[in-house]
């Protein structure tokens, strides 16, 4: 038996924001591995399969990763459609890489199906445009995360080229992030959006500038959280301003 190992993308936790394509290979599949943060809805969409869980956990990457690409490529030896289930998309900071050319060294199929990004299920949320005439031409995905034994991340650079930044897996590190940025040259006062759980029903966002960041961070209610940076959001922030002012006055 060779089969096949898809790498679908989950989406952003919405089951109905999953493709045709992912429902349909997960109806087919015979074993599912998941990250941790796929919900239950989606994995109830392959009844055939057993689910197996291969979350991984900070500063146990590399030999979580091994083990993974390992399972999966025995799982081919021994089912059709073998199933890798990432959240979001799977090309977006997902290891999707590792995973393929692991396969592909094994001798095993990979195909990928893509996922809604975190980044554009927020826009989606935010009814915010990452891209707008006249304002917006540029868009950077960073993380400054990075592993043990890895090369530093230009995360800097590339959010300070870009005129509208969205970071993944940031949250933790807002102080630092929101001190970089602005000792760079970013303005302070430039406008930020936090949201949390993005595209599920506990979705959560606040407003605020670069400068205020790590407060909004340890004001958004749940997890997980993206940040995004730009002018585009200062609408959506003078408008939370006022809401504010209202509610106090
Ligand atoms: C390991 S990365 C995976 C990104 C994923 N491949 C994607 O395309 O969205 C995990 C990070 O994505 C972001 N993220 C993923 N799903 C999210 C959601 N529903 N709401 C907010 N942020 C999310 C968070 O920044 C989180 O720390």
New binding site residues.
């Given amino acids: 038996m060779s089969g096949t190992v898809y790498l679908i993308g989950a989406g952003?936790?919405a089951p109905d924001l999953l493709t045709v394509r992912a429902a349909r290979l997960l109806g087919e599949a015979e074993i599912v591995f998941h990250d941790a943060?796929v919900p239950a809805e989606i994995l109830a969409l392959a009844p055939r399969a057993t689910c197996i869980p291969v979350g991984k956990r900070c500063g146990r990457y590399a030999t979580a990763q091994r083990f993974i690409n390992k399972q999966l490529a025995d799982a081919a030896r021994k089912h059709r459609v073998v199933v890798r289930l990432?959240?979001?998309?799977?090309m977006?900071?997902?290891r999707a890489q590792e995973e393929i050319g692991y396969l592909r060294s094994q001798g095993v199929e990979v195909e990928v199906v893509p996922?809604v990004?975190?980044a554009l299920?927020?826009s989606a949320e935010l009814a915010v445009s990452l891209t707008q005439r006249g304002r917006s031409r540029s868009v950077a995905f960073v993380t400054p995360r990075v592993g043990g034994g890895e090369a530093p991340s230009n995360w800097l650079q590339a959010t300070l080229a870009a005129d509208t930044a969205v970071i993944?897996?940031?949250?933790g590190d807002a102080a630092a992030i929101s001190a970089s940025l602005i000792a760079a040259g970013k303005p302070a006062h430039t406008p930020v959006a936090i949201?949390?759980?993005?595209?599920?029903p506990e979705a959560h966002t606040v407003y605020g500038t670069l400068a205020e960041m790590p407060q909004l961070v340890g004001r958004v209610r749940g997890a997980?959280?993206?940040m995004l940076i730009g002018e585009i959001y200062g609408r959506a922030l003078a408008k939370a301003v006022q809401q504010e002012r209202c509610a106090i006055g």
């Fill in positions: 952003p936790g943060l990432k959240g979001g998309d799977p977006l900071f997902g996922g990004t975190a299920a927020a993944y897996m940031g949250a949201v949390a759980s993005v595209s599920l997980p959280v993206l």
